[in-house]
């Protein structure tokens, strides 16, 4: 049983270092993704304008 089970995992081993090394480059386009939008978002909003003539109640 531990020569089966240690050829499975011999299988094994190289496809999950693989898969993290896929989830972590997924977490990285969607930071890179997410921070993007962020930027957009902030140049697309005009900055209020603080002046004597421009302020609210």
Same mark, same amino acid.
């Given at each position: 049983?531990?020569?089966?089970?240690?050829?499975?995992?011999?299988?094994?081993?190289?496809?999950?270092? +693989?898969?993290?090394?896929?989830?972590?480059?997924?977490?990285?386009?969607?930071?890179?993704?997410?921070? *993007?939008? +962020?930027?957009?978002?902030?140049?697309?909003?005009?900055?209020?304008?603080? +002046?004597?003539?421009?302020?609210? *109640?």
């Amino acid at each position: 049983m531990d020569g089966l089970f240690g050829s499975v995992a011999e299988l094994f081993s190289p496809e999950t270092t +693989n898969y993290r090394n896929r989830l972590r480059e997924i977490e990285e386009e969607m930071q890179a993704e997410y921070e *993007k939008e +962020n930027r957009l978002q902030e140049t697309e909003q005009p900055k209020p304008t603080n +002046n004597k003539w421009s302020w609210g *109640k």
